[in-house]
Protein backbone atom coordinates (compact mmCIF):
# COMPACT_ATOMS: atom_id res chain seq x y z
CA UNK A 1 0.00 0.00 0.00
CA UNK A 2 1.39 3.09 1.37
CA UNK A 3 4.96 5.60 -0.21
CA UNK A 4 7.08 2.95 -0.63
CA UNK A 5 9.33 4.13 -2.64
CA UNK A 6 8.49 7.65 -2.86
CA UNK A 7 12.45 8.86 -1.92
CA UNK A 8 13.31 9.15 -5.97
CA UNK A 9 10.81 11.56 -6.63
CA UNK A 10 10.50 15.84 -6.67
CA UNK A 11 14.48 17.03 -6.41
CA UNK A 12 15.30 18.31 -3.43
CA UNK A 13 17.40 21.83 -3.43
CA UNK A 14 20.63 20.47 -2.57
CA UNK A 15 19.59 18.19 0.28
CA UNK A 16 19.59 20.76 3.32
CA UNK A 17 16.07 20.08 4.49
CA UNK A 18 17.31 16.82 6.67
CA UNK A 19 19.46 18.39 8.22
CA UNK A 20 16.94 20.91 9.58
CA UNK A 21 15.10 17.38 10.56
CA UNK A 22 17.96 15.98 12.59
CA UNK A 23 18.83 19.15 14.55
CA UNK A 24 14.87 19.21 15.36
CA UNK A 25 13.06 21.81 15.28
CA UNK A 26 11.44 23.54 18.70
CA UNK A 27 7.76 21.83 19.49
CA UNK A 28 6.61 25.52 18.82
CA UNK A 29 7.41 25.70 15.85
CA UNK A 30 5.64 22.40 14.82
CA UNK A 31 2.39 22.53 13.37
CA UNK A 32 0.00 19.03 12.75
CA UNK A 33 -2.86 19.57 10.31
CA UNK A 34 -5.07 17.84 8.60
CA UNK A 35 -7.42 18.60 5.08
CA UNK A 36 -11.21 17.46 5.92
CA UNK A 37 -13.77 17.69 2.91
CA UNK A 38 -16.71 16.16 0.79
CA UNK A 39 -15.33 13.84 -1.93
CA UNK A 40 -14.26 15.79 -4.82
CA UNK A 41 -14.24 19.49 -3.31
CA UNK A 42 -10.26 19.42 -3.98
CA UNK A 43 -8.56 18.28 -0.96
CA UNK A 44 -6.09 15.92 -2.75
CA UNK A 45 -5.36 19.17 -5.38
CA UNK A 46 -4.46 21.26 -2.71
CA UNK A 47 -2.34 18.69 -0.62
CA UNK A 48 -0.01 19.33 -4.05
CA UNK A 49 0.30 22.87 -4.36
CA UNK A 50 1.03 23.54 -0.27
CA UNK A 51 3.71 20.66 -0.98
CA UNK A 52 4.52 22.47 -3.95
CA UNK A 53 4.30 26.42 -2.38
CA UNK A 54 6.39 24.86 0.70
CA UNK A 55 9.36 23.71 -2.47
CA UNK A 56 8.89 19.64 -0.93
CA UNK A 57 8.14 18.63 -4.52
CA UNK A 58 9.29 21.03 -7.46
CA UNK A 59 6.12 22.64 -9.15
CA UNK A 60 5.16 20.79 -12.74
CA UNK A 61 1.86 19.97 -14.05
CA UNK A 62 2.96 16.08 -13.34
CA UNK A 63 2.07 16.62 -10.11
CA UNK A 64 -1.44 15.74 -9.87
CA UNK A 65 -2.58 13.46 -6.30
CA UNK A 66 0.77 13.11 -4.95
CA UNK A 67 -0.49 11.76 -2.01
CA UNK A 68 -2.99 9.45 -3.58
CA UNK A 69 -0.85 6.21 -3.65
CA UNK A 70 -3.04 3.38 -4.27
CA UNK A 71 -4.32 2.70 -8.01
CA UNK A 72 -8.16 2.71 -6.61
CA UNK A 73 -7.52 5.68 -5.68
CA UNK A 74 -6.25 7.54 -8.92
CA UNK A 75 -8.80 6.16 -11.02
CA UNK A 76 -11.82 6.75 -8.74
CA UNK A 77 -10.20 10.16 -7.29
CA UNK A 78 -11.09 9.49 -3.89
CA UNK A 79 -8.56 9.53 -0.87
CA UNK A 80 -8.98 6.09 0.80
CA UNK A 81 -5.79 6.10 2.94
CA UNK A 82 -4.48 8.81 5.08
CA UNK A 83 -1.64 9.88 3.88
CA UNK A 84 1.40 12.34 6.08
CA UNK A 85 3.83 14.72 4.49
CA UNK A 86 6.17 16.77 6.23
CA UNK A 87 6.70 20.53 4.66
CA UNK A 88 9.37 23.28 5.94
CA UNK A 89 7.82 26.68 5.88
CA UNK A 90 9.43 30.22 6.34
CA UNK A 91 6.93 32.55 7.39
CA UNK A 92 7.48 36.15 5.94
CA UNK A 93 5.86 37.23 9.48
CA UNK A 94 8.65 36.81 11.75
CA UNK A 95 10.95 34.90 9.86
CA UNK A 96 11.29 31.82 11.10
CA UNK A 97 11.16 28.15 9.91
CA UNK A 98 7.83 25.96 10.80
CA UNK A 99 7.69 22.21 10.28
CA UNK A 100 3.99 21.73 9.09
CA UNK A 101 2.97 18.06 8.59
CA UNK A 102 0.14 17.87 6.88
CA UNK A 103 -2.24 14.17 7.19
CA UNK A 104 -4.52 14.19 4.29
CA UNK A 105 -7.99 11.94 5.18
CA UNK A 106 -10.31 10.23 3.15
CA UNK A 107 -13.51 11.88 2.82
CA UNK A 108 -16.40 9.08 2.33
CA UNK A 109 -18.69 7.92 5.06
CA UNK A 110 -17.02 4.71 5.20
CA UNK A 111 -13.57 5.32 6.09
CA UNK A 112 -14.57 7.73 9.04
CA UNK A 113 -11.73 5.40 10.88
CA UNK A 114 -9.17 6.77 8.80
CA UNK A 115 -10.51 10.03 9.60
CA UNK A 116 -10.18 9.54 13.14
CA UNK A 117 -6.77 8.35 12.89
CA UNK A 118 -5.32 11.39 10.89
CA UNK A 119 -7.53 13.87 13.25
CA UNK A 120 -5.80 11.81 16.44
CA UNK A 121 -2.66 13.17 15.56
CA UNK A 122 -3.76 16.53 14.67
CA UNK A 123 -4.10 20.02 16.14
CA UNK A 124 -5.75 21.86 13.22
CA UNK A 125 -7.59 21.23 10.47
CA UNK A 126 -8.60 22.60 7.16
CA UNK A 127 -11.94 22.96 6.13
CA UNK A 128 -12.29 22.81 2.92
CA UNK A 129 -15.64 23.64 1.26
CA UNK A 130 -15.71 23.72 -2.63
CA UNK A 131 -17.33 27.43 -3.73
CA UNK A 132 -19.53 25.72 -6.76
CA UNK A 133 -21.15 22.73 -4.45
CA UNK A 134 -21.40 24.53 -1.44
CA UNK A 135 -21.52 22.73 2.16
CA UNK A 136 -22.32 18.41 1.83
CA UNK A 137 -23.07 15.86 3.93
CA UNK A 138 -19.52 14.58 4.55
CA UNK A 139 -18.54 17.78 5.65
CA UNK A 140 -20.77 18.35 8.16
CA UNK A 141 -19.83 14.75 9.74
CA UNK A 142 -16.24 15.42 9.32
CA UNK A 143 -16.16 18.73 10.88
CA UNK A 144 -18.40 17.40 13.80
CA UNK A 145 -15.75 14.96 14.37
CA UNK A 146 -12.99 17.64 14.76
CA UNK A 147 -15.26 19.84 16.92
CA UNK A 148 -15.38 16.96 19.56
CA UNK A 149 -11.49 17.31 19.37
CA UNK A 150 -11.39 20.49 20.06
CA UNK A 151 -9.36 21.22 17.14
CA UNK A 152 -8.50 24.64 15.47
CA UNK A 153 -10.62 25.35 12.14
CA UNK A 154 -9.42 26.83 9.24
CA UNK A 155 -12.53 27.39 6.72
CA UNK A 156 -11.08 27.43 3.03
CA UNK A 157 -13.57 28.00 -0.30
CA UNK A 158 -11.92 26.01 -2.80
CA UNK A 159 -12.13 26.40 -6.73
CA UNK A 160 -13.04 30.18 -7.09
CA UNK A 161 -11.51 30.32 -10.20
CA UNK A 162 -14.45 28.61 -11.76
CA UNK A 163 -17.20 30.73 -12.99
CA UNK A 164 -20.09 28.93 -10.99
CA UNK A 165 -18.37 29.78 -7.84
CA UNK A 166 -20.34 31.41 -5.12
CA UNK A 167 -18.45 32.44 -2.29
CA UNK A 168 -21.37 34.41 -0.11
CA UNK A 169 -23.72 31.36 -0.66
CA UNK A 170 -20.80 29.06 1.06
CA UNK A 171 -20.00 31.63 3.69
CA UNK A 172 -23.83 32.31 4.20
CA UNK A 173 -24.28 28.23 4.44
CA UNK A 174 -20.86 27.84 6.73
CA UNK A 175 -22.54 30.44 9.11
CA UNK A 176 -25.81 29.12 9.78
CA UNK A 177 -24.60 25.31 10.38
CA UNK A 178 -21.07 25.67 11.96
CA UNK A 179 -21.08 29.48 13.05
CA UNK A 180 -18.26 30.20 11.26
CA UNK A 181 -18.10 34.27 10.93
CA UNK A 182 -18.57 35.33 7.08
CA UNK A 183 -15.33 36.76 6.19
CA UNK A 184 -13.42 34.73 8.25
CA UNK A 185 -12.94 32.02 5.18
CA UNK A 186 -10.19 31.71 2.77
CA UNK A 187 -11.03 31.91 -0.67
CA UNK A 188 -8.59 29.68 -2.74
CA UNK A 189 -7.93 28.08 -6.12
CA UNK A 190 -5.86 24.93 -5.34
CA UNK A 191 -5.98 24.49 -9.16
CA UNK A 192 -3.90 28.13 -10.14
CA UNK A 193 -2.27 27.94 -6.60
CA UNK A 194 -4.01 31.71 -5.84
CA UNK A 195 -4.64 32.32 -2.42
CA UNK A 196 -2.11 29.23 -0.70
CA UNK A 197 0.15 31.07 0.32
CA UNK A 198 -2.25 32.65 3.18
CA UNK A 199 -3.09 29.46 4.16
CA UNK A 200 0.31 28.47 5.32
CA UNK A 201 -0.04 32.05 7.40
CA UNK A 202 -3.50 31.03 8.93
CA UNK A 203 -1.64 27.98 10.00
CA UNK A 204 1.08 29.50 11.50
CA UNK A 205 -0.85 32.20 13.42
CA UNK A 206 -3.78 29.84 14.38
CA UNK A 207 -3.23 26.07 15.01
CA UNK A 208 -1.82 25.78 18.23
CA UNK A 209 1.52 23.71 18.28
CA UNK A 210 1.51 19.69 19.82
CA UNK A 211 1.37 20.15 23.45
CA UNK A 212 4.31 17.29 24.25
CA UNK A 213 7.24 17.75 26.41
CA UNK A 214 10.90 17.42 25.07
CA UNK A 215 11.94 16.28 28.94
CA UNK A 216 9.66 13.95 29.63
CA UNK A 217 9.68 9.70 28.80
CA UNK A 218 9.28 9.08 24.94
CA UNK A 219 5.69 8.52 24.20
CA UNK A 220 5.01 7.54 20.67
CA UNK A 221 1.32 6.98 18.92
CA UNK A 222 1.14 4.98 16.14
CA UNK A 223 -1.16 6.05 13.70
CA UNK A 224 -0.90 4.32 10.53
CA UNK A 225 1.23 1.36 9.07
CA UNK A 226 1.82 -0.51 5.67
CA UNK A 227 4.12 -3.66 4.36
CA UNK A 228 7.00 -3.59 2.69
CA UNK A 229 8.47 -6.79 0.45
CA UNK A 230 11.39 -5.86 1.96
CA UNK A 231 11.60 -4.56 5.29
CA UNK A 232 8.54 -5.69 6.79
CA UNK A 233 6.45 -2.99 8.35
CA UNK A 234 6.69 0.47 8.31
CA UNK A 235 4.88 2.28 11.21
CA UNK A 236 3.87 6.19 10.32
CA UNK A 237 4.29 7.89 14.17
CA UNK A 238 4.22 11.30 16.18
CA UNK A 239 6.57 11.21 18.57
CA UNK A 240 4.00 13.03 21.51
CA UNK A 241 7.00 13.39 24.45
CA UNK A 242 10.61 13.05 24.71
CA UNK A 243 12.07 11.52 21.08
CA UNK A 244 13.04 8.52 19.29
CA UNK A 245 16.61 7.90 17.42
CA UNK A 246 17.28 5.05 15.03
CA UNK A 247 19.39 2.32 17.20
CA UNK A 248 16.95 2.48 20.59
CA UNK A 249 15.01 -0.51 21.68
CA UNK A 250 11.14 0.65 22.17
CA UNK A 251 8.33 -1.08 23.86
CA UNK A 252 4.49 -1.63 22.07
CA UNK A 253 2.18 -0.87 25.35
CA UNK A 254 -0.33 -2.87 23.24
CA UNK A 255 1.22 -6.37 22.57
CA UNK A 256 4.08 -5.46 25.30
CA UNK A 257 6.57 -7.29 22.22
CA UNK A 258 9.98 -4.64 22.03
CA UNK A 259 11.27 -3.97 18.90
CA UNK A 260 14.42 -2.28 17.88
CA UNK A 261 14.49 0.58 15.59
CA UNK A 262 15.86 0.21 12.57
CA UNK A 263 15.46 3.28 10.86
CA UNK A 264 13.54 6.47 11.40
CA UNK A 265 12.85 9.38 9.15
CA UNK A 266 10.23 11.86 7.47
CA UNK A 267 7.95 11.52 4.75
CA UNK A 268 9.37 14.31 2.62
CA UNK A 269 7.17 13.24 1.07
CA UNK A 270 8.50 10.16 0.10
CA UNK A 271 10.54 8.40 2.97
CA UNK A 272 14.03 10.28 3.80
CA UNK A 273 15.85 8.71 6.86
CA UNK A 274 16.67 10.76 9.59
CA UNK A 275 18.61 10.31 12.70
CA UNK A 276 15.80 11.06 15.14
CA UNK A 277 12.26 12.22 15.26
CA UNK A 278 11.77 15.02 17.76
CA UNK A 279 9.06 16.12 20.29
CA UNK A 280 5.54 16.51 18.20
CA UNK A 281 7.00 15.35 14.61
CA UNK A 282 5.64 13.23 12.68
CA UNK A 283 7.59 10.39 10.91
CA UNK A 284 8.13 6.76 10.07
CA UNK A 285 10.29 4.08 11.94
CA UNK A 286 11.17 1.02 10.35
CA UNK A 287 10.89 -1.74 13.41
CA UNK A 288 11.37 -5.21 12.30
CA UNK A 289 8.13 -6.39 12.53
CA UNK A 290 7.23 -9.01 9.85
CA UNK A 291 3.75 -9.86 11.11
CA UNK A 292 0.73 -7.74 10.22
CA UNK A 293 -1.30 -8.05 13.50
CA UNK A 294 1.76 -6.61 15.42
CA UNK A 295 0.89 -2.97 14.16
CA UNK A 296 -1.97 -1.69 16.08
CA UNK A 297 -3.59 1.81 15.19
CA UNK A 298 -3.41 3.57 18.05
CA UNK A 299 -1.25 1.96 20.03
CA UNK A 300 1.61 3.73 22.14
CA UNK A 301 5.58 3.41 21.84
CA UNK A 302 8.12 3.77 24.98
CA UNK A 303 11.24 3.10 26.12
CA UNK A 304 11.37 -0.94 27.48
CA UNK A 305 11.18 -0.15 30.95
CA UNK A 306 9.61 3.17 30.69
CA UNK A 307 7.12 3.49 33.17
CA UNK A 308 3.94 5.86 31.24
CA UNK A 309 0.69 6.11 30.76
CA UNK A 310 -0.70 4.60 27.09
CA UNK A 311 -2.06 7.63 24.75
CA UNK A 312 -5.70 7.26 24.83
CA UNK A 313 -6.08 4.82 21.41
CA UNK A 314 -8.97 5.36 18.76
CA UNK A 315 -12.24 3.77 19.61
CA UNK A 316 -11.89 0.46 17.52
CA UNK A 317 -13.75 0.49 14.23
CA UNK A 318 -17.20 -1.14 14.07
CA UNK A 319 -17.91 -2.82 11.07
CA UNK A 320 -21.53 -2.32 9.67
CA UNK A 321 -21.73 -4.24 6.49
CA UNK A 322 -20.17 -7.93 6.62
CA UNK A 323 -19.87 -10.44 3.36
CA UNK A 324 -18.30 -13.80 2.51
CA UNK A 325 -15.22 -13.66 0.80
CA UNK A 326 -14.09 -16.95 -1.20
CA UNK A 327 -11.60 -17.83 -3.66
CA UNK A 328 -12.80 -18.56 -7.13
CA UNK A 329 -10.94 -21.87 -7.01
CA UNK A 330 -9.73 -23.45 -3.71
CA UNK A 331 -6.51 -24.06 -4.71
CA UNK A 332 -6.04 -20.37 -4.14
CA UNK A 333 -6.61 -20.39 -0.58
CA UNK A 334 -3.55 -20.07 0.67
CA UNK A 335 -2.47 -17.38 -1.76
CA UNK A 336 -5.62 -15.40 -0.89
CA UNK A 337 -4.54 -15.95 2.87
CA UNK A 338 -1.53 -13.94 2.73
CA UNK A 339 -2.83 -11.37 0.46
CA UNK A 340 -5.62 -10.61 3.14
CA UNK A 341 -3.02 -10.61 5.52
CA UNK A 342 -0.85 -7.58 4.09
CA UNK A 343 -4.29 -5.99 3.65
CA UNK A 344 -5.60 -5.63 6.61
CA UNK A 345 -2.44 -4.24 8.22
CA UNK A 346 -2.79 -1.13 6.15
CA UNK A 347 -6.62 -1.16 6.34
CA UNK A 348 -7.32 -2.12 10.19
CA UNK A 349 -10.42 -1.42 10.04
CA UNK A 350 -11.59 -4.89 8.22
CA UNK A 351 -12.53 -7.60 10.59
CA UNK A 352 -11.49 -11.09 9.83
CA UNK A 353 -12.84 -14.50 10.64
CA UNK A 354 -12.66 -18.06 8.93
CA UNK A 355 -15.52 -19.26 7.44
CA UNK A 356 -16.76 -22.24 5.65
CA UNK A 357 -19.85 -22.68 2.81
CA UNK A 358 -21.20 -25.65 1.82
CA UNK A 359 -21.63 -24.11 -1.49
CA UNK A 360 -18.68 -22.13 -2.13
CA UNK A 361 -15.94 -23.78 0.49
CA UNK A 362 -13.41 -22.77 2.31
CA UNK A 363 -13.16 -18.46 2.66
CA UNK A 364 -13.64 -15.75 5.09
CA UNK A 365 -16.42 -13.39 6.46
CA UNK A 366 -15.20 -9.82 6.79
CA UNK A 367 -16.96 -6.52 8.34
CA UNK A 368 -16.25 -3.44 6.67
CA UNK A 369 -17.67 0.17 7.34
CA UNK A 370 -19.43 0.33 4.29
CA UNK A 371 -20.44 -0.37 0.72
CA UNK A 372 -17.82 1.47 -1.01
CA UNK A 373 -15.20 0.47 1.70
CA UNK A 374 -15.83 -3.44 0.60
CA UNK A 375 -15.60 -2.21 -2.96
CA UNK A 376 -12.46 -0.87 -2.60
CA UNK A 377 -10.87 -3.42 -0.31
CA UNK A 378 -12.12 -5.84 -3.03
CA UNK A 379 -10.40 -3.81 -5.89
CA UNK A 380 -7.42 -3.76 -4.10
CA UNK A 381 -6.85 -7.42 -3.25
CA UNK A 382 -7.59 -7.53 -6.91
CA UNK A 383 -4.75 -4.96 -8.18
CA UNK A 384 -2.19 -5.71 -5.69
CA UNK A 385 -2.47 -8.98 -5.02
CA UNK A 386 -3.60 -10.20 -8.54
CA UNK A 387 -6.43 -12.41 -7.03
CA UNK A 388 -9.65 -13.34 -7.95
CA UNK A 389 -12.45 -13.78 -5.85
CA UNK A 390 -16.02 -14.11 -5.05
CA UNK A 391 -17.74 -11.60 -2.57
CA UNK A 392 -21.34 -13.23 -1.46
CA UNK A 393 -24.09 -10.06 -0.90
CA UNK A 394 -23.38 -8.15 2.01
CA UNK A 395 -25.40 -8.57 5.15
CA UNK A 396 -25.23 -7.06 8.51
CA UNK A 397 -25.36 -8.01 12.31
CA UNK A 398 -28.69 -8.84 14.32
CA UNK A 399 -29.61 -9.13 17.83
CA UNK A 400 -32.38 -12.04 18.52
CA UNK A 401 -33.50 -13.20 22.26
CA UNK A 402 -35.10 -16.77 22.28
CA UNK A 403 -37.20 -18.44 25.07
CA UNK A 404 -34.05 -20.47 26.75
CA UNK A 405 -33.45 -16.66 27.84
CA UNK A 406 -30.02 -13.87 26.45
CA UNK A 407 -29.80 -12.06 24.00
CA UNK A 408 -26.71 -12.87 20.74
CA UNK A 409 -25.63 -11.91 17.91
CA UNK A 410 -26.14 -13.65 14.60
CA UNK A 411 -25.07 -12.14 10.59
CA UNK A 412 -26.48 -15.57 8.88
CA UNK A 413 -29.67 -16.69 8.05
CA UNK A 414 -28.20 -20.48 9.39
CA UNK A 415 -28.26 -19.18 13.00
CA UNK A 416 -31.05 -17.40 13.05
CA UNK A 417 -33.77 -19.32 15.76
CA UNK A 418 -36.99 -21.05 14.64
CA UNK A 419 -40.02 -19.06 14.97
CA UNK A 420 -41.60 -20.84 17.73
CA UNK A 421 -38.39 -19.96 20.13
CA UNK A 422 -37.82 -16.13 18.46
CA UNK A 423 -39.10 -13.66 21.39
CA UNK A 424 -37.27 -10.63 19.16
CA UNK A 425 -34.98 -9.43 16.78
CA UNK A 426 -33.60 -6.55 16.25
CA UNK A 427 -31.67 -4.72 13.54
CA UNK A 428 -29.19 -2.10 13.41
CA UNK A 429 -30.52 1.52 12.95
CA UNK A 430 -28.61 4.69 11.18
CA UNK A 431 -29.01 8.23 11.45
CA UNK A 432 -28.52 9.16 7.62
CA UNK A 433 -27.97 12.53 6.44
CA UNK A 434 -29.15 13.84 2.51
CA UNK A 435 -28.23 16.94 1.32
CA UNK A 436 -30.51 17.77 -1.44
CA UNK A 437 -31.81 20.57 -3.98
CA UNK A 438 -34.95 21.62 -3.44
CA UNK A 439 -36.93 20.31 -6.51
CA UNK A 440 -35.85 16.69 -5.42
CA UNK A 441 -37.10 16.69 -1.91
CA UNK A 442 -40.25 14.86 -2.90
CA UNK A 443 -38.32 12.18 -4.67
CA UNK A 444 -35.89 11.92 -2.13
CA UNK A 445 -38.61 11.60 1.28
CA UNK A 446 -39.96 9.07 -1.37
CA UNK A 447 -37.22 6.81 -1.54
CA UNK A 448 -36.52 6.54 2.30
CA UNK A 449 -40.06 6.11 3.00
CA UNK A 450 -40.23 2.93 0.60
CA UNK A 451 -36.76 2.22 2.22
CA UNK A 452 -38.82 2.04 6.11
CA UNK A 453 -37.16 5.47 6.68
CA UNK A 454 -38.99 7.89 10.04
CA UNK A 455 -38.17 11.54 8.81
CA UNK A 456 -36.01 12.97 11.99
CA UNK A 457 -35.08 16.53 10.89
CA UNK A 458 -35.30 19.14 7.80
CA UNK A 459 -33.61 22.31 7.83
CA UNK A 460 -33.64 24.73 4.72
CA UNK A 461 -29.51 25.26 4.16
CA UNK A 462 -30.37 28.14 1.78
CA UNK A 463 -33.29 28.81 -0.53
CA UNK A 464 -32.24 25.88 -3.07
CA UNK A 465 -30.89 23.27 -0.80
CA UNK A 466 -32.30 21.24 1.98
CA UNK A 467 -30.84 19.03 4.73
CA UNK A 468 -32.57 15.44 5.79
CA UNK A 469 -32.51 13.78 8.70
CA UNK A 470 -33.74 10.26 8.27
CA UNK A 471 -33.30 7.38 11.03
CA UNK A 472 -33.78 4.44 8.84
CA UNK A 473 -32.32 0.26 8.81
CA UNK A 474 -28.97 -0.61 8.05
CA UNK A 475 -30.36 -3.39 6.11
CA UNK A 476 -32.05 -1.01 3.67
CA UNK A 477 -29.44 1.17 2.85
CA UNK A 478 -26.26 -1.32 2.08
CA UNK A 479 -27.66 -2.63 -0.89
CA UNK A 480 -27.94 0.34 -3.58
CA UNK A 481 -29.42 3.14 -1.54
CA UNK A 482 -26.71 5.16 -2.76
CA UNK A 483 -27.23 4.42 -6.59
CA UNK A 484 -30.91 5.23 -6.48
CA UNK A 485 -30.30 8.10 -4.42
CA UNK A 486 -28.35 9.54 -7.17
CA UNK A 487 -30.63 8.00 -9.75
CA UNK A 488 -34.09 9.82 -7.93
CA UNK A 489 -31.98 13.37 -7.64
CA UNK A 490 -29.80 13.63 -11.24
CA UNK A 491 -26.66 12.91 -8.93
CA UNK A 492 -27.09 15.74 -6.55
CA UNK A 493 -27.98 14.43 -3.43
CA UNK A 494 -25.31 14.25 -1.21
CA UNK A 495 -25.21 10.88 1.75
CA UNK A 496 -23.69 10.30 4.76
CA UNK A 497 -24.67 8.70 8.14
CA UNK A 498 -24.14 7.50 11.49
CA UNK A 499 -24.76 4.52 13.61
CA UNK A 500 -28.09 4.34 16.10
CA UNK A 501 -28.24 1.37 17.90
CA UNK A 502 -30.62 -0.93 17.04
CA UNK A 503 -34.53 -1.46 16.97
CA UNK A 504 -36.95 -4.29 17.53
CA UNK A 505 -38.44 -5.04 13.72
CA UNK A 506 -40.20 -8.42 12.33
CA UNK A 507 -37.56 -10.55 10.47
CA UNK A 508 -37.86 -13.61 8.66
CA UNK A 509 -35.59 -16.21 7.42
CA UNK A 510 -36.34 -16.48 3.58
CA UNK A 511 -35.28 -19.69 2.61
CA UNK A 512 -35.25 -20.87 -0.79
CA UNK A 513 -36.90 -24.44 -1.81
CA UNK A 514 -35.17 -26.92 -4.68
CA UNK A 515 -38.04 -29.72 -5.51
CA UNK A 516 -39.23 -29.18 -1.90
CA UNK A 517 -35.64 -29.70 -0.46
CA UNK A 518 -34.18 -26.34 1.09
CA UNK A 519 -30.74 -25.19 0.22
CA UNK A 520 -28.87 -23.74 3.38
CA UNK A 521 -26.34 -21.41 1.41
CA UNK A 522 -29.05 -19.47 -0.21
CA UNK A 523 -31.14 -18.64 2.62
CA UNK A 524 -31.22 -14.53 4.17
CA UNK A 525 -32.50 -12.88 6.68
CA UNK A 526 -35.11 -10.19 5.53
CA UNK A 527 -38.03 -7.64 7.56
CA UNK A 528 -41.29 -9.47 6.35
CA UNK A 529 -42.31 -6.11 3.97
CA UNK A 530 -39.89 -7.25 1.90
CA UNK A 531 -39.95 -11.22 1.57
CA UNK A 532 -42.03 -11.37 -1.45
CA UNK A 533 -40.25 -8.89 -3.64
CA UNK A 534 -36.96 -10.47 -2.38
CA UNK A 535 -38.20 -14.04 -3.18
CA UNK A 536 -39.52 -13.44 -6.36
CA UNK A 537 -36.50 -11.94 -7.58
CA UNK A 538 -34.29 -14.69 -6.31
CA UNK A 539 -36.68 -17.31 -8.18
CA UNK A 540 -36.30 -15.63 -10.87
CA UNK A 541 -32.63 -15.86 -11.01
CA UNK A 542 -32.24 -19.28 -10.02
CA UNK A 543 -34.82 -19.77 -12.81
CA UNK A 544 -32.31 -18.99 -15.52
CA UNK A 545 -28.96 -20.16 -14.06
CA UNK A 546 -30.84 -24.02 -13.06
CA UNK A 547 -29.45 -26.37 -16.07
CA UNK A 548 -33.09 -28.42 -17.33
CA UNK A 549 -33.33 -31.54 -16.09
CA UNK A 550 -35.37 -34.41 -17.66
CA UNK A 551 -38.04 -33.88 -15.02
CA UNK A 552 -39.67 -30.70 -13.84
CA UNK A 553 -38.22 -28.16 -11.67
CA UNK A 554 -39.76 -26.44 -8.52
CA UNK A 555 -38.13 -23.23 -7.38
CA UNK A 556 -39.88 -22.11 -4.35
CA UNK A 557 -39.02 -18.86 -1.68
CA UNK A 558 -40.75 -19.60 1.63
CA UNK A 559 -40.55 -17.56 4.97
CA UNK A 560 -42.28 -18.55 8.15
CA UNK A 561 -43.62 -21.79 6.09
CA UNK A 562 -45.81 -20.06 3.50
CA UNK A 563 -44.44 -20.22 -0.13
CA UNK A 564 -44.27 -16.70 -0.82
CA UNK A 565 -42.46 -17.24 -4.79
CA UNK A 566 -42.30 -20.17 -6.94
CA UNK A 567 -40.74 -20.69 -10.44
CA UNK A 568 -40.80 -23.69 -12.25
CA UNK A 569 -37.87 -24.81 -15.01
CA UNK A 570 -40.06 -27.25 -17.50
CA UNK A 571 -38.74 -30.55 -18.11
CA UNK A 572 -36.78 -31.64 -21.78
CA UNK A 573 -38.80 -33.89 -23.05
CA UNK A 574 -38.50 -36.43 -25.68
CA UNK A 575 -41.39 -36.48 -28.50
CA UNK A 576 -42.32 -40.18 -27.70
CA UNK A 577 -45.61 -39.54 -30.58
CA UNK A 578 -43.17 -39.78 -33.17
CA UNK A 579 -43.64 -43.02 -34.67
CA UNK A 580 -46.97 -42.72 -34.27
CA UNK A 581 -48.20 -41.91 -38.26
CA UNK A 582 -51.56 -41.24 -38.13
CA UNK A 583 -53.69 -43.89 -36.42
CA UNK A 584 -56.34 -43.46 -33.23
CA UNK A 585 -55.46 -40.74 -30.91
CA UNK A 586 -55.56 -43.31 -28.05
CA UNK A 587 -52.68 -44.36 -29.52
CA UNK A 588 -50.34 -41.12 -28.95
CA UNK A 589 -52.51 -40.85 -25.63
CA UNK A 590 -51.05 -43.90 -24.69
CA UNK A 591 -48.02 -43.05 -25.09
CA UNK A 592 -47.95 -39.34 -23.64
CA UNK A 593 -49.45 -40.76 -20.43
CA UNK A 594 -46.49 -43.53 -19.81
CA UNK A 595 -44.00 -40.50 -20.27
CA UNK A 596 -46.04 -38.66 -17.97
CA UNK A 597 -45.63 -41.49 -15.46
CA UNK A 598 -41.51 -41.77 -15.91
CA UNK A 599 -41.49 -38.76 -15.06
CA UNK A 600 -43.34 -38.38 -12.18
CA UNK A 601 -41.18 -41.30 -10.37
CA UNK A 602 -38.06 -39.71 -11.84
CA UNK A 603 -39.12 -36.50 -9.97
CA UNK A 604 -39.61 -38.42 -6.89
CA UNK A 605 -36.05 -40.01 -7.03
CA UNK A 606 -33.76 -37.65 -9.23
CA UNK A 607 -31.58 -35.27 -7.03
CA UNK A 608 -31.04 -31.81 -8.62
CA UNK A 609 -26.99 -30.97 -8.34
CA UNK A 610 -27.48 -27.63 -8.22
CA UNK A 611 -23.93 -26.34 -10.29
CA UNK A 612 -21.32 -23.83 -8.41
CA UNK A 613 -22.04 -20.85 -11.09
CA UNK A 614 -25.85 -20.84 -9.89
CA UNK A 615 -24.55 -20.02 -6.34
CA UNK A 616 -22.30 -17.63 -7.42
CA UNK A 617 -24.54 -15.59 -9.68
CA UNK A 618 -27.08 -15.36 -6.74
CA UNK A 619 -24.52 -15.13 -4.24
CA UNK A 620 -22.45 -12.67 -5.87
CA UNK A 621 -23.71 -9.14 -5.18
CA UNK A 622 -24.99 -7.18 -8.19
CA UNK A 623 -21.98 -5.61 -9.85
Known sequence: ?????????????????????????????????????????????????????????????????????????????????AQTASMLYTSPVDGQQYLLNLIDTPGHADFAYEVACSLAACQGTLLVVDATQGVQAQTVANF?????????????????????????????????????????????????????????????????????????????????????????VISVVEVIDGSLSEGEKVRSMGTGRTYEVSEVGVLYPGQVP?????????????????????????????????????????RPAKPMVFAGLYPLDQSDYEHLATALDKLTLNDPSVTLRRDASGALGAGWRLGFLGMLHMDVFQQRLEQEHSTTVIVTAPSVSYKVSTRKGGEQ????????????????????????????????????????????????????????????????????????????????????????????????????????????????????????????????????????????????????????????ARESVRAMRKDVTAKCYGGDITRKMKLLKKQKEGKKKMRRVGNIDLPKEAFVSVLRKDT
Open 144 to 232: YQAIDRDMAIVPVLNKIDLPGSDTEAAETQLAMLFDVPAGTSLPVSAKTGLGVPAILDTIVELVPPPPGDPLADTRVLLFDSWYDDYRG
Open 409 to 564: VIESAAAFPHPQELVAALEPMVIATIVVPEEFLGSTMNLCQQKRGMQMDMTFMDSTRVLLKYRMPLNEIIEDFYDQLKSATSGYATFDYDEDGYQKSDLVVLQILINGQAVDALSMIVHSSKAYPRGKALCARLKEVIPRQLYEVAIQASAKGKVV
Open 1 to 81: GGGGGGGSRGGRKGQPATEVFDTGIPPERIRNFSIIAHIDHGKSTLADRLLEVTGTIQASSGNKQVLDRLEVERERGITVK
Open 274 to 314: TKKLHTGQVGYIITGMKSATEARAGDTFCYPGANVQPLPGF
